[in-house]
């Protein structure tokens, strides 16, 4: 049954004023693609609310990346079980995808839903299911072929930046990544459909959509013809764009000429770029399956600064790879000090059951795992701090998004600074605000207004 009809049938489910609670976990994939679930069951009539909350149907929408994410996915479906026990509830998405045994062996979920089979979120709720003998739809992720993302009017994240899904699925096989496992070969949303969703969210008011993907720079490879990413955002700008256009991750070696020329030339690109290291060792890059060295990450990140000077510059970093030496953990650091980055977002090796990596001798222990993890996290505290204070006094406009401290709101630039922004008649969450910013806090910028200062 393709997707149209499966929709089709689940438009004929009753399910008015039936509660739903949903948790997600992990990228903002995920993020999205909870949107597309959320919209489709209030579409049906569903109610949403908190998921500390009794409800009649609990979905986790979860993450395998590491060991805690998975952790993280039975313990809200345990939380679920308690607060209803006789409530639906749906293990759905990636964890579910590589241990479906474990959860049904557990007795944690009534539905136990795969990578794929989580968009017919609905047709498999109406197939009965138990905790003792749950409904259970994981097929082979290596039969995965098709892009799904139902179009989506409104992110239900509870924030003002919205979410394009424009890929899926990846094909690099890092040897300690459990992705391509959970969610298949790279597939791409065709140009035509990227762009119907992004006027979708611009119509719905939206100042802000981030393009994100399992595998971003890969957009495009798999269409026929072949398109690829420059294009697209040249054909995004030439329309009607939204106020900023994010980038969610891209891999070092997909930042080729013609992109970083591409994106230099747009107005609507945020200066905020996150290129994933995850070592700042050749050896230790070779083990993990990563195709660049050292020296070819360390020359894109001075050409991203030489570009755009006010750029947040993001990394990701494994820390603690089976057999990592001292040395070898040296360099990662060293490397990581001299360069001009912004952030860093440093994750403790954790084996996941199937990839190659997880069978690896040289397993560091748990203290010199929590040494080296503390250590690089305090460089990106101080990378943090030194780039905040390059924008002290000086002008910034700021997306306002939440309500925060008493008398402030929560907002963010371009190049992702949080702003504490100044409670005022005008302001309101997806309201744009100028203002320079004239105190810090350990994590923010304050912001005063034009008009308040000497």
């Given at each position: ?76 479906l345990r939380r679920a079980r308690r607060l209803n026990p006789g409530a639906l509830v749906v293990a759905a998405g990636c964890d579910a995808q590589i241990e479906p045994d474990r959860l049904a062996g557990e007795q944690l979920a009534t539905h136990i839903l795969g990578s794929d089979e989580k968009f017919d979120l609905l047709r498999w709720i109406e197939t009965p299911g138990s ?324």
């Amino acid at each position: 049954m393709d997707l149209v009809s499966s929709w089709r049938i689940i438009r004929e489910i009753d399910l008015k004023g039936k509660t739903v609670a949903l948790e997600t976990l992990g990228c903002k994939v995920n993020q999205y693609e909870s949107s597309c679930l959320l919209e489709g069951l209030k579409e049906r009539g569903c109610l949403q609310v908190p998921f500390r909350q009794p409800a009649d149907i609990y979905i986790v929408h979860s993450c395998a990346v590491t060991a805690r994410a998975a952790f993280q996915t039975r313990q809200l479906l345990r939380r679920a079980r308690r607060l209803n026990p006789g409530a639906l509830v749906v293990a759905a998405g990636c964890d579910a995808q590589i241990e479906p045994d474990r959860l049904a062996g557990e007795q944690l979920a009534t539905h136990i839903l795969g990578s794929d089979e989580k968009f017919d979120l609905l047709r498999w709720i109406e197939t009965p299911g138990s905790f003792s003998n749950p409904c259970r739809a994981v097929f082979d992720s290596r039969s995965l072929d098709r892009f799904n993302a139902q179009p989506v009017s409104r992110m239900h994240t509870g924030r003002t930046r919205a979410f394009l899904k424009i890929q899926d699925g990846c094909n690099a096989f890092c040897s300690y990544c459990i992705v391509p496992y959970t969610r298949g070969r790279s597939r791409s949303l065709p140009m035509t459909d990227v762009i119907s969703q992004m006027n979708r969210f611009v119509d719905a008011g939206y100042r802000e959509v981030v393009l994100t993907g399992i595998h971003l720079g890969q957009w495009g490879r798999d269409l026929h013809p072949s398109e690829d990413l420059s294009r697209l955002l040249k054909t995004i700008e030439e329309g009607s764009p939204p106020h900023r256009l994010r980038l969610s991750s891209l891999e070092p070696l997909e930042w080729h000429g013609e992109l970083l020329e591409t994106v230099s030339s747009l107005q609507s690109v945020c200066p905020h770029f996150h290129v994933p290291l995850q070592s700042g060792d050749d050896e230790v890059l070779g083990r993990m399956n990563r195709p660049y060295t050292s020296l070819q990450y360390a020359e894109l990140i001075h050409e991203l600064r030489r570009r755009f000077p006010d750029a947040a510059l993001g990394a990701d970093v494994l820390a603690g790879y089976p057999g990592e030496t001292e040395k070898q953990f040296s360099n990662t650091f060293r490397l990581l000090d001299g360069l001009p980055l912004t952030y860093l977002h440093i994750f403790p090796f954790s084996p996941r059951p199937g990839t190659p990596a997880a069978e690896l001798p040289g397993r560091i222990g748990p203290q010199e795992m929590k040494r080296r993890t503390g250590i690089l996290r305090e460089l990106s505290a101080k990378k943090r701090r030194l780039f905040r204070n390059r924008f002290l006094n000086r002008p910034l406009e700021v997306l306002v998004e939440s309500e925060a401290a008493p008398g402030f709101w929560h907002g963010t630039t371009a190049n992702y600074l949080q702003v504490l922004v100044p409670a005022s008649p005008i302001v309101a969450s997806g309201v744009l605000v100028n203002l320079r910013a004239t105190r810090l806090t350990e994590n923010a910028l304050i912001g005063e207004y034009p008009s308040n200062l000497p």
